[in-house]
């Protein structure tokens, strides 16, 4: 059975960065879609970006440009850089991978 953990949060002042990690345990990692999520208080889980298989990605608009979603099959790990970081990027981030999700790392930007 897969299970995902993430790690790599923390208080960042705004403008700093913060790497995320997703280690996740099987041998089913490189065929899958993996994406990153994040729940922000009395918000809805939302995605942050997403990488198939063969590489390709996609972000949400509010992260564009900051963040950068990789992924090393060799490792079985998925990662996000993030960038100039805002405020708003305040939130609990999940990594996923098909109907598995990891338990989540805070991240937390001061202004």
């Known amino acids: 059975q897969v299970q995902l953990v993430e790690s790599g949060g923390g208080l960042v002042q705004a403008g700093g960065s913060l790497r995320l990690s997703c280690a996740a345990s099987?041998?089913?990692?490189?065929?899958?879609?993996l994406g990153w999520y994040r729940q922000a208080p009395g918000k809805r889980r939302e995605l942050v970006a997403y990488?198939?298989?063969?590489?390709?990605?996609n972000y949400a608009d509010s992260v564009r440009g900051r963040f950068t979603i990789s992924r090393d099959n060799a490792k079985n790990t998925l990662y996000l850089q993030m960038n100039s970081l805002e405020p708003e990027d305040t939130a609990v981030y999940y990594c996923?991978?098909?109907?598995?999700w990891g338990q989540g790392t805070q991240v937390t930007v001061s202004s």
């Open positions: 099987g041998s089913i990692f490189s065929i899958y879609t």
């Open positions: 996923n991978l098909g109907v598995r």
């Open positions: 990488i198939t298989s063969g590489g390709s990605t």
